[in-house]
Structure formats: C-alpha cells, structure tokens
C-alpha cells in the first residue's frame, strides 16, 4: 500500500530511534548452483520465472536477487577435473556395479561442449562456488536459499551459514519416497 498525505504529497518516512532514515533490508536471494559452468540460461530461465511468480505473489514489494553459479567456472581447461568413460566389460559380461554416491555426471562447458566428472570432484568446486556466495553476501542480514541445480547426492555439501539454505533434489527425493514407503 502506498500512503499520500491529503495535500497530495507523499508523506516522510519515519525515522529510526537515532533519527536517521529508515534503512531497508537487502531482499532476500536464490543461488542457483550448476555442476558445469555458467551462463546456463536453460537453467536460470525458469529460477527466475519463479522469483517473478513469488515476488507477484507477495505484491510485488519482495524483489528476489537472483544468481547463477558453476562448478567450473574460472577452473581453466588443463584443469577440468573430467572422467574418462568407463571400460566397457568383456562380451557376454554383465558391467561392473556402480557405486551410487559417485556416478559420473555429465554436465556442459560454457561453449557447450559436454563433459563428463564425478561427483567427487565436483564437490569441492560446488562448496567453493557456495563459499564464496555466502562471502559475497557479507553481513547482510536477507536470507538466501541455495538450489544445486543436479539430481546428485552431493553429501559433502555444506551451507556455510545459517542465513543460507542448501535444497539438494536427490535428498529431496530420497526423504518424499521414504515417506511413502520405498525402500532400497
């Protein structure tokens, strides 16, 4: 709601108990983190669709900073931390098992060029993009929530603040098929 005084002025804001002007909060922010490297419009276009949604939502007045984060960025392409693909068994050979908490991920390089890494690897680049999110975010005092934007475990993980929220959509989906039952 916005208020005008009766003359048609709009009115003063109030003031803080030192009698200085009121100060706004930062809003509040989403971080959106990739396991390949950034820009990743297909994967930011619908973040910010739904930080548009919540701040029509909410009358408009919670404006959503948004970002986009990647495992390889800034990590040079002699240093691509990338997987081989696996050996493939002899004929008549069933595949050797995989282990599930570290399945190699295929994501895509800034130019498009698809690469393959393992979770593993990933991991400490994921938790350096986050770091360094949180650092950016400084003492502010808004909430941030962050989507890692890939179906892997990602256990290592960490939120390096209270004030940031890390969703990770395997948890996600492991907890909701717990609720309902399934088991491995």
Not at 71 to 93: I, K, R, S
Not at 125 to 154: E, I, M, S, T
Not at 161 to 182: K, M, N, Q, W, Y
Request: net charge positive.
């Amino acid at each position: 709601m916005h208020l005008v005084a009766f003359d048609g002025t709009a009115p003063p804001l109030p003031a803080t108990p030192r009698g200085g002007p009121l100060s706004r909060s930062p809003p509040p922010s989403v971080v959106g983190l990739v396991i390949g490297q950034t820009p990743r419009d297909d994967l930011a276009a619908p973040l910010r669709r739904a930080a548009a949604a919540g701040a029509a939502r909410s009358g408009g007045a919670a404006a959503i900073a948004l970002a986009v984060r990647g495992a390889l960025d800034g990590v040079c392409e002699g240093a691509l931390p990338l997987t081989p693909p696996p050996p493939q068994p002899p004929p008549g050979l069933p595949p050797s098992p995989v282990d599930a908490s570290d399945c190699p991920l295929i994501t895509r390089l800034n130019d498009g060029t698809p690469v393959t890494v393992h979770e593993a690897a990933l991991t400490p680049l994921l938790q350096r993009q986050l770091d360094a999110h949180a650092a950016a975010l400084g003492g502010r005092g808004a909430p941030c929530v962050a989507v890692l934007l890939c179906a892997g475990r990602f256990d290592g993980l960490r939120s390096p603040s209270e004030r940031i929220t890390l969703l990770r959509p395997f948890a996600a989906a492991a907890d909701a098929a717990a609720r309902r039952g399934v088991r491995d």
